[in-house]
Every structure is written in structure tokens, then in C-alpha cells.
């Protein structure tokens, strides 16, 4: 009894169980799932996370539905990928869909969204809004006036503008609208995405130009790098001054510029002093570590996907619609999409990023904006901005220049070493004994100078007797030169030409760069090409004379072919015998040659051709040579007294190859040789391989580097400020190719020295007042030598033609005449053969005779000396009447036309 009651009871608790979970799947049965889709790149699973969040947040609030996030992951930018899974997951039924970060994977999924007419939310800031789209990101239109709402507000009277790529174009574009042409001056800089994360040689660029005041506006994740070469170029001090673009500033780590004195303002969407964000927050880290200290983790991303999330739900409370599958592959669009986004557009709610409004176009509007201020103690917020009123301070931005009772220089004293290095330090030349600083001049010493006067500090110059700079050795990781003395605080400051190197430049401070500067080739100046014997011949190429005797040759076979062929070229030779037997033709091979070369020459040659067909050869042939001739004659001036220059580099791609045997070399030790000792560039990585296997061409100074230059078939690598004082003063060297690079001259001084911020400011104020190029322009041009190799002004008459540029034509005619004369020699012995043969006469007679006659200089006549009247004689004699071709007129003939002549006449 006892077993069946026990039975009983349990069959009964399990048919209550199974009865309330029957009822609970009704109930979730009855509920609509609603998809929501989200395309998330894979290195961004944070923004996943918030969406998940957001999604369970909103889902206890809704009626009859509950919403379902269904998330892809693609690679950052794979267009191909994101239309890929998308279109996959459209399939699920999606009411709406998150895009991308970023932008070449957004449009592509705006576009398929815009095609099926699917709610697309986007938290980038776009210039182009598609019709189903919902903007929650600041349009770069309001960005650029929130921009110059600050510059404004900082009376900022001329900035830079540095912008990463062309996808922030726009925000640049709209801010330099803004300005007329009597708004402040704007200089606009790029820097590279495809450079490998180093932006130094575009940073280098921006300090040695003078500027101080920047806006940047680029992506947060380049701005860390760039911050911090920015640093390592010395843009970071407090004569420099920053507006930085991103909303999402306050997420990065900025305390290695708390303390650097430069004024870095920022913006920001999100306030870490919401408590909706800092709830936010909490929940989404304490998940992972409960003890997580969270200040402002979210990024601008996070906040608006989570914000999207709300307006969705706000938006499905209201509208009533049922979820369709869509295909990519067909025509079928959703019908509520267009729906949905109208009413998101109407709706305001209260997110993570503040007030949340439309316009029509689905572009937000009416948020409120951090201005915000890095300080000592890290990013403070130091007034708002707002679409109604603009910008507004609650306090004054911070000054450049902090504690400057702490870094004022008057009354103190500096120990600076310095090197012998022309111009920049040298002792002078003077008879009597010179002792402490008046033993000094140079370029260098006057700065010093310069600066003492300005600051207020006195100074003791010391020389490095060495000579040596500063490297660092690689094996034993010390350094040598000034910059160990400096860093041994046996000297405050170091002045020579000292060029700041990243090496160095973690080793000591330098100030802002005083001179401008980059690796060039000192060679000798090309030498005056002595003319060639036949430069007549340079106006056109050997390929052009060429074709030109080939085109005489053509015209002149064309002419004979063309004559034989032509019934006009037949012509009787006696106009008075009415039936003649026989015609002639004027164009023999021969007198078809002498056209050509007498038309090439632009002279007569008496043949005149009759038929249409050698008259159109004959004019084409004229019409070739006119052209031909005169472009000759237009030429020919230009190269007879053009002088060419012959050099055998003209660049460092033909020093690297060591075109004509050029060899090279660098200061050991300095820094030109340490660039191409840390180069990446194959040219240089070569030119580098060289001058270590070759030590015999390096040198200890540069002005032995100077002498080989000079003195041998060699190549010196140095600063290109240096190769400028030299070649001012040393006529017979110059400057080859272009700069190797960029880099800088700065005054050395100890790491984290109080003083370089004020040492910097004086320096860009002696630029600015034009000092420092009177100081060059003393110490380059005027001062020991310089200005000895100014070229003098050309003359205006042109340069007259000596042997050497028309030896060669004189060289032709002397051949001619010589081959003429050989000619007409062999013609004339031939010709007395020929009638000694025939008149069985000894050749050495006949030959005496005819010397005698020749010598006798006198006389245009002569008789015939062996007359032939027979008709087979006369074929014979080389005195016989005959024609050059095969059509000829006998004597016999000629005898019958005389007599019939004499006959008329009776």
C-alpha cells in the first residue's frame, strides 16, 4: 500500500513539472525573436561584448518580442568578406544591422543594406548617408566647426594641419573653407599609412618649417605612435601646442607627455563622469576581473553600438512588423525597413553619448562635447562645446610655459665644448696670444653668443681635443666625444655641427634644430667635354643619318625605275629630225644619283623631270629636304656652341655602382656613416657594405675627406651645410645629386636638462627674426674665403667657334678633295690606257705627252689627236659621240641628219 502511494506521488510531481515547463515554452514561444546583426572586425571583440550587454539590458523592457544579437566577424577593411557574411546572415530574418569600423567594409554592407531596404546603423563618421541609414557618429562637417570653434577660442593665428589619409580629407576640406583668404595662415601635412609606423622624416619636416600650433586628425590607433615620435623629434616641449581630433582621447595612455610642457587639447563624446557610462562599464569589465579600476574603458565605437541598441528597442515598442528573410542573389526587399529608420529618426532618447537626435537626413545633431586639456595630473576637462552655443571655457587653457623662475637662465653659468669644424668653430687668426672664449670664432660661437645675450647667461668655451662628436660603441654600449663630457657633466651644453640622430638623442637632449640639413655627395665639378671632330654631325642621331642615305638611295632608284617606265622621259634629242630612230632618256642610274645629292645639297643638277610621276617623286624629295635642312640648320648652332659637361656620377644610384670608378667614403665614426650603418634602403644598405670592406677610403676628418676629393678620382659623403661652405670657398668641387635624407643641428645638452625648453623657444625666435640666416649668410658667403667661386654674369654675345668645333667639316672637305683627286687620277691613267691600246701606242709615250701638255697650264682647247670617222672606230674611241645610256645616236646618223640639213637650208 505504502509502495503505490509512494507512485502515485511521483507521477504526479513529475506531471506538474512537465506542465509548468510546457507552459514556460508557450510563453517564450509566443515571443518574437528579433534578430539583430552586427559585423565586428576580429580584432575588436570588446564592441561584441557591448552589444551583447546592451541587448540583455533591453530585452526585460520588451513586450512580445525579445531581441537576438547574431554577430560576424571579419577581417579589418575585407570587403569581400563582409558582402560574403553578410548576405548569409541576412537569412536569419535581421531587422537591423551594426556596421563596421571601418570604411571600405562599411560602404560595401551599406550598400547591400540600402539594396534590401535594411535598417543600417553606423557609428563612423560618414559624409555620405544612404536612405536606410542612422548616423550616430558627429557628421565631419560638425567636426571641422567644433575645429574651428577651438582655434578660435585659443587665438590661434596661423596652425598646421596633419591628417593621416585621404579618408579625413573631408574634415580638412571643410576646415580650410572655413577660413577666407584673410583667416589665419594654414599649412596642411600628411602622414603616411604605408610608411611602416614611421612618421619622423614628416615630423622632422613640421620642426625644421617653424611650426608650433597643430590640429591633428587622424585615427586613435596611429595617434599613440605619432605622439611619440613626436617626442623623440622634440615637438613635445612647451613651445608646442596641439588639438587632437578623435573622440577618443581620454582612452589612451598620455602620462609620458603630463610632463613635457606641450599644450595638448582634446575633445570627447563620452564623460567618464556620466554614471550611465561608468555602470556601463563596470558591468562589461567585472565580468571578466571584479576589481577591475574602471575610469573610462569605452570607446566612442562601444558607446554608440550601445546606444543603438536602446534606440532600436525604443523604436520596436512603437512599430508593429514581422522579420523576413532576405536573399542577395534576388530582388526582394523588406517593406518596414524604410519604416523603422523614419521613426529612429524621430525618436530622442539619453544614451552613453548624451542627448540622441536626427535631422531628416538621419545625421545627429544637437550633442554636447568635453573640451578637454592634458595637465600634470592627466586629462581635465576644461569647458564644453555645444551645436547652440558653441565653445565655451569653464577656466583659461593652461599656459605654455610652467615654473619659468625654475628654467630662467639669467645669472647662470655653462661650461660649452665645442670642435674645431669650419664654420661652425675655429680658432682665429690672430697674432697675438688669444686665451678663453676670444680665441673662438664661427657660426656656433656667435649662436652661443646670441642666446647668452637673449637668456641672460654667461658662458666658458672648452675644446674637445679629439675632435670626436660622440657614437656609441656596439660592443661596449659607451659613448665617446662631446656627448660623453656632457653626459659626465664636464660640459653643459655641447655647439658644433652636431647632428641629432636618434642614438643620440637617447643619450642627451638636444634643443630644436638651428640648421637644416641632409647627407650629400661632394665631387668635383664636372669637366668641359673638348668638342668632337665631327660635332657637325651631332643635330641628328646616327639613326637619322641612317635613314637619310638610305632615302637618297631609295629617291634615286625610284627615279631611275620611274624615268624607264615613264613615256614622258623618252624624248627625241634632235627636236629638227621629225621621225627619229631612236629616243634618250635623261634619267641614267647615275644622273638619277646626282638629282638626289645635288636636291640633299640644295643645288641645281639640270635635269628636269617631265613625267607626273618623277615631277611628284622629285617634289616629295624637295619637300623631305627642306624639312630636313632646316630642323639641321636650326640644330646645328646649338650644338656647335653648347660646351657639354662630362661627369661620371650624377646621383648616388651611379656612385653606389661605382660608375667610373668612383670611390667614396664618409667620416669614421660620424654620423653620416652611422646613417648608412642603420639604413634599410638596398642603395644604401650597398654603399654601406662598401665603405666597411674598404676602411682605406674612410677618413678621420672631413677635411681630409676634402683633399681626396680634390686630388683623386673620389667621392666625400657629408652634410650637405658643410659641401655649401666648401664649395663657396673651392671652386673646383660641388654638390652631387639630391639630399640622402633629412636631419637636423641642434646644441647638445644632459638628459631631462631644465633648460631646453628655453633654449628652444630663444632659438625659434632667432629664426623667426631672420638672425639666424644673416648669421649663415656672414659665416657662408663673407667670412674666410667666401663668395670666391660666385659665378660672374654670362655675356650676351654668344660664345665665337674656334677649330675644334668645325675642325671636322674642314676634316670632310680635305677628304673629299683628296678622293676627288685619286678619282680623277686612276680616270685620267685609265683613259690614256685605253687610247694607247687602241692606237697601238706605247702607254709611257702617250703618258709623257700627256704630262707635258698638263704642265704647260695654259689653253681651254686641245685636238682630237687619233680622229675615227668609220662608224666601228668611233664605237671604239673613248672620243666617240655617245650617250650614257642604252639608247644612243651613231656618227653615221648624225652625218645623214647634216647632210638632209644642209639640203633644207638650199
Excluded at 599644450?263 to 564623460?271: F, P, Q, Y
Excluded at 548624451?354 to 535631422?359: A, T
Excluded at 665631387?523 to 668641359?528: A, G, Y
Excluded at 676627288?820 to 703618258?847: D, H, M, R
Aim: aromatic share 10%; net charge negative; hydrophobic share 40%.
Amino acid at each position: 500500500m505504502f509502495r503505490r502511494l509512494k507512485c502515485k506521488i511521483n507521477i504526479e510531481n513529475k506531471f506538474l513539472l512537465f506542465l509548468s515547463f510546457s507552459l514556460f515554452s508557450i510563453e517564450i514561444i509566443n515571443a518574437q525573436k528579433t534578430n539583430v546583426g552586427l559585423i565586428c572586425e576580429n580584432d575588436n571583440a570588446d564592441v561584441e561584448r557591448i552589444f551583447q550587454l546592451a541587448i540583455n539590458n533591453v530585452n526585460p523592457d520588451m513586450e512580445d518580442m525579445y531581441l537576438n544579437g547574431v554577430s560576424i566577424s571579419i577581417e579589418p577593411g575585407n570587403a569581400f568578406e563582409t558582402s560574403k557574411k553578410l548576405c548569409k546572415m541576412l537569412r536569419q530574418n535581421l531587422v537591423a544591422v551594426f556596421g563596421p569600423t571601418s570604411s571600405m567594409a562599411a560602404k560595401h554592407a551599406m550598400s547591400i543594406c540600402d539594396a534590401k531596404e535594411l535598417p543600417f546603423i553606423d557609428t563612423r563618421g560618414d559624409f555620405v548617408v544612404e536612405l536606410p541609414t542612422i548616423n550616430l557618429h558627429p557628421h565631419p562637417t560638425q567636426l571641422a566647426v567644433i575645429l574651428k570653434d577651438l582655434v578660435t577660442m585659443l587665438e590661434w593665428e596661423a596652425f598646421t594641419i596633419i591628417y593621416e589619409c585621404g579618408e579625413y580629407l573631408p574634415v580638412v576640406n571643410d576646415l580650410l573653407q572655413m577660413y577666407g583668404p584673410a583667416g589665419p595662415t594654414i599649412v596642411v601635412r600628411r602622414y603616411e599609412l604605408d610608411l611602416n609606423g614611421d612618421y619622423r622624416n614628416v615630423l622632422r619636416r613640421i620642426r625644421n618649417s617653424g611650426e608650433t600650433s597643430f590640429i591633428v586628425v587622424g585615427s586613435i590607433e596611429t595617434l599613440p605612435e605619432l605622439l611619440k615620435q613626436a617626442q623623440q623629434v622634440g615637438l613635445m616641449t612647451g613651445a608646442y601646442r596641439y588639438i587632437i581630433s578623435d573622440l577618443d582621447l581620454q582612452t589612451l595612455d598620455l602620462e609620458p607627455y603630463q610632463h613635457s610642457d606641450a599644450n595638448i587639447t582634446g575633445i570627447r563624446l563620452i564623460s567618464p563622469e556620466n554614471e550611465l557610462v561608468l555602470e556601463v562599464a563596470k558591468a562589461l569589465y567585472e565580468e571578466e576581473d571584479p576589481y577591475v579600476n574602471v575610469s573610462c574603458p569605452l570607446t566612442v565605437n562601444m558607446a554608440l553600438v550601445y546606444d543603438g541598441v536602446q534606440l532600436l528597442a525604443e523604436t520596436f515598442k512603437h512599430i508593429m512588423f514581422r522579420p523576413v528573410s532576405l536573399n542577395c542573389n534576388d530582388d526582394v526587399t523588406w517593406d518596414k525597413g524604410y519604416t523603422l529608420v523614419n521613426y529612429m529618426k524621430s525618436l530622442s532618447i539619453k544614451g552613453l553619448s548624451g542627448d540622441i537626435k536626427f535631422d531628416y537626413e538621419g545625421l545627429r545633431t544637437d550633442f554636447l562635447l568635453d573640451i578637454i586639456e592634458l595637465t600634470v595630473s592627466g586629462l581635465q576637462k576644461i569647458g564644453s562645446w555645444s551645436t547652440d552655443e558653441g565653445a565655451s571655457l569653464d577656466r583659461p587653457p593652461a599656459s605654455i610655459s610652467s615654473e619659468p623662475d625654475q628654467r630662467s637662465l639669467v645669472n647662470k653659468s655653462f661650461v660649452v665644448i665645442t670642435a674645431i669644424s669650419e664654420p661652425y668653430g675655429m680658432l682665429k687668426d690672430s697674432p697675438a696670444k688669444l686665451e678663453g672664449n676670444d680665441q673662438f670664432e664661427g657660426f656656433g660661437i656667435e649662436l652661443i653668443e646670441e642666446l647668452g645675450k637673449k637668456l641672460g647667461f654667461s658662458y666658458t668655451f672648452r675644446l674637445q681635443e679629439d675632435n670626436k662628436y660622440g657614437s656609441l660603441n656596439p660592443v661596449t654600449k659607451e659613448w665617446n666625444g662631446m656627448l660623453l663630457e656632457i653626459m659626465e657633466d664636464r660640459a653643459d651644453l655641447g655647439i658644433t655641427d652636431l647632428t641629432m640622430t636618434s642614438d643620440r638623442e637617447s643619450a642627451v637632449d638636444f634643443t630644436i634644430p638651428f640648421m637644416n640639413l641632409g647627407i650629400a655627395i661632394l665631387f668635383r665639378k664636372p669637366m668641359k667635354e673638348p668638342p668632337k671632330l665631327f660635332s657637325f654631325m651631332s643635330p641628328f642621331s646616327g639613326e637619322v643619318w641612317l635613314w637619310l642615305g638610305i632615302s637618297c638611295v631609295s629617291v634615286s632608284l625610284s627615279m631611275f625605275i620611274l624615268g624607264r617606265i615613264s613615256p614622258a622621259e623618252w624624248d627625241n634629242p634632235y627636236p629638227c629630225i621629225e621621225e627619229p630612230t631612236e629616243l634618250e632618256n635623261q634619267f641614267s642610274l647615275t644622273n638619277c644619283f646626282w638629282f638626289s645629292i645635288g636636291a640633299l645639297l640644295q643645288q641645281g643638277s639640270e635635269l628636269a623631270p617631265k613625267g607626273f610621276s618623277t615631277r611628284s617623286v622629285a617634289s616629295f624629295w624637295s619637300f623631305f629636304i627642306l624639312i630636313m635642312v632646316s630642323s639641321y640648320t636650326a640644330n646645328l648652332a646649338a650644338f656647335l656652341t653648347v660646351e657639354s659637361l662630362s661627369t661620371p656620377i650624377e646621383n648616388v644610384e651611379d656612385l653606389a655602382a661605382n660608375k667610373g670608378g668612383v670611390n667614396y667614403g664618409a667620416k669614421l665614426g660620424g654620423s653620416t656613416f652611422n646613417f648608412f650603418q642603420g639604413a634599410k634602403f638596398p642603395t644604401y644598405q650597398k654603399m654601406y657594405e662598401f665603405m666597411d670592406s674598404h676602411p682605406e677610403y674612410m677618413t678621420s676628418t672631413n677635411a681630409e675627406g676634402v683633399t681626396r676629393v680634390e686630388n683623386e678620382n673620389y667621392a666625400f659623403l657629408m652634410e650637405s651645410t658643410t659641401i655649401e661652405y666648401i664649395t663657396e670657398r673651392r671652386c673646383t668641387l660641388t654638390q652631387v645629386g639630391t639630399l640622402l635624407d633629412e636631419k637636423g643641428y641642434g646644441i647638445a645638452m644632459k638628459k631631462n636638462s631644465p633648460y631646453r625648453d628655453v633654449l628652444s623657444q630663444a632659438v625659434l625666435e632667432l629664426q623667426e627674426q631672420g638672425v639666424l640666416v644673416k648669421m649663415k649668410t656672414k659665416w657662408w658667403k663673407e667670412k674666410r674665403g667666401g663668395g670666391a667661386c660666385t659665378q660672374k654674369a654670362s655675356s650676351d654675345s654668344a660664345a665665337e667657334l674656334g677649330m675644334a668645333n668645325v675642325g671636322g667639316i674642314y676634316a670632310v672637305l680635305l677628304a673629299g678633295s683628296i678622293i676627288a683627286v685619286f678619282c680623277g687620277i686612276v680616270e685620267w691613267i685609265c683613259g690614256l690606257y685605253s687610247t694607247a691600246q687602241a692606237n697601238k701606242i706605247p702607254f709611257k709615250t702617250e703618258l709623257m705627252e700627256e704630262i707635258r701638255f698638263v704642265l704647260k697650264c695654259s689653253g681651254n682647247t686641245r685636238p682630237v689627236k687619233y680622229p675615227k670617222p668609220s662608224r666601228s672606230a668611233s664605237s671604239r674611241s673613248k672620243f666617240s659621240v655617245s650617250s650614257k645610256d642604252s639608247s644612243s645616236v651613231t656618227v653615221d646618223s648624225l652625218a645623214t641628219d647634216d647632210q638632209q640639213l644642209q639640203k633644207r637650208k638650199k
